[in-house]
């Protein structure tokens, strides 16, 4: 399901930058969307940092296997409680590192434990949110402020340590120069309260068919 503040989002941002009003409308019926429960999309960010797609598809749905009995569906909950409760040798026979398995556990923790409640994020601004998270160990700003994006569908996320926006910023913007990270925020400034979607359009223009991560 299209995000509720989308339409009205593409329409400002065309009005205020001529060069988003081209992306928008060369991209048009497609948009952010919104992943699997907070704790499966956490791990799943886990499970893939560093290496490939393909890799951390097949080692994913390895874990699952180990972690949870149930038969395997693309759209299903994986409970923390049982990744808690899988000890660490099992977790390291699914391909996964053992800082990997190790961070996974973590996360798992947090979530069996309460001290991450998806019931309460609503209730905080993304910095607040983005604390929380960065204090699982493997989870750092740039995994969060992706998770704000693409589960929490928080409207205002401007991720200026990712290589793809950069990359867009400097083809688009700035004539190719890498920019700073205060270039990106003042750049982006009349983005707000949007700066979420014209990330998202920007890295259209380098990456046409959205990832399903």
Excluded: N
């Excluded at 960065?134 to 700003?141: F, N």
């Excluded at 569908?153 to 290589?163: G, K, S, T």
């Amino acid at each position: 399901m299209k995000p509720p503040f989308w339409d009205e989002a593409a329409r400002e941002l065309s009005r205020r930058d001529h060069i988003l009003r081209r992306l928008i409308r060369a991209y048009p019926g497609i948009d952010l969307k919104r992943r699997a429960d907070p704790f499966t999309t956490l791990a799943r960010a886990i499970v893939g940092q560093q290496i490939s797609v393909k890799a951390a598809d097949a080692i994913w749905w390895r874990f699952v296997e180990v972690a949870d009995d149930a038969p395997p569906h693309k759209f299903r909950r994986l409970p923390a409680a049982k990744v808690v409760a899988t000890d660490m040798k099992a977790l390291r026979t699914c391909g996964l590192s053992q800082r990997k398995a190790e961070y996974l556990s973590d996360l798992a923790r947090h979530f069996a434990e309460g001290k991450l409640d998806p019931g309460r994020w609503r209730k905080l601004d993304d910095e607040a949110v983005i604390a929380q998270l960065t204090d699982v160990k493997g989870i750092g700003r740039w995994t969060a402020e992706m998770f704000l994006m693409f589960h929490e569908l928080r409207p205002d996320v401007l991720p200026v340590d990712d290589l793809g926006l950069q990359k867009a910023m400097a083809s688009h913007f700035l004539k190719d120069a890498r920019p700073t990270r205060s270039a990106m925020i003042a750049l982006a400034e009349p983005w707000r309260p949007w700066r979420s979607v014209a990330t998202w359009y920007l890295w259209r223009s380098l990456e046409p068919v959205p990832v399903d991560y």
